[in-house]
């Protein structure tokens, strides 16, 4: 992060790191640190169930182009995870993009901002994500 900002990649680091567990310096190659799963090629909702069934709470990272984050389990049916966040997209009322400021490590689910009006439904985390990672481990369905 600039000027002592901490981005998602690195929080991940500095995350593992007390437990010897090293991790590269950039999301893409922290998401090839352990059995990786592909979701490229499945719909939001399939996406959502693979993580509910397979991945393993605090020990899976969750990739998309860009930003990485830890998979904590689940709340009120949903995955969710932690993850240092910049905004969430939102759409203007002339159609151009903005951003809705969040700016800090949060917990959330994989849609956030999906409450708001304005939000960029396409744009959301769930629509990104592409991979998760279990480290030091295998995946197996539950």
Not at 57 to 82: C, D, K, N, S
């Amino acid at each position: 992060g600039i000027d002592g900002g901490r981005d998602c990649s690195a929080m991940m680091r500095d995350l593992f790191a007390p437990f010897g567990i090293w991790l590269p310096r950039n999301s893409a190659r922290q998401a090839e640190s352990g059995a990786r799963v592909s979701l490229d090629a499945l719909r939001p909702e399939m996406k959502e169930q693979r993580l509910l069934s397979s991945a393993q709470p605090f020990r899976t990272l969750v990739w998309m182009p860009g930003h990485i984050g830890l998979y904590v389990g689940q709340w009120e049916g949903q995955a969710a995870m932690f993850h240092n966040m910049w905004g969430v997209r939102t759409r203007l009322d002339d159609g151009r993009e903005g951003r809705a400021i969040v700016g800090r490590a949060v917990i959330s689910s994989l849609r956030p901002g999906a409450e708001r009006a304005d939000v960029d439904e396409e744009r959301l985390l769930i629509e990104r994500v592409g991979a998760f990672t279990v480290l030091g481990g295998d995946v197996s369905e539950k």
